[in-house]
Nanobody
């Protein structure tokens, strides 16, 4: 599975961004799709998770209803719509793909995109 993340950029606090993750290859073998983020000097942390076949969507507590993960199966693309962005959301955002049991832990995911930088100015 190959993953290509895009959509990052610089935005003011309170603004919005939509990240995209285009998947290719044997996506059926890795149905869980997730977004993680890593800020400078911090560990990679879970943001949100969805699967290609539906089912439960998971979010990190800090999302607080501001982010929405979605998928377009026809385009093999997963999105992360981020609204009401805060300076503390500044990080490199990674998309990841893994087995259906993968949820919040980075080591559960086998495939990673290259990351896209999100910078939120105050």
């Amino acid at each position: 599975v190959q993953l290509q993340a895009s959509g990052g950029g610089l935005v003011q606090a309170g603004g919005s961004l939509r990240l995209s993750c285009a998947a290719s290859g044997r996506t059926f073998s890795s149905p869980a799709m997730a977004w993680f983020r890593q800020a400078p000097g911090k560990e990679r942390e879970f943001v949100a998770r969805i699967t290609w076949y539906g089912g439960t969507i998971y979010y990190a507590d800090f999302v607080e209803g501001r982010f929405t993960i979605s998928r377009d199966n026809a385009k093999n693309t997963v999105y992360l719509q981020m609204n009401s962005l805060k300076p503390e959301d500044t990080a490199v955002y990674y998309c990841a793909s893994g087995p259906g049991v993968a949820i919040r832990t980075p080591r559960e995911y086998h495939y990673w995109g290259q990351g896209t930088m999100v910078t939120v100015s105050s």
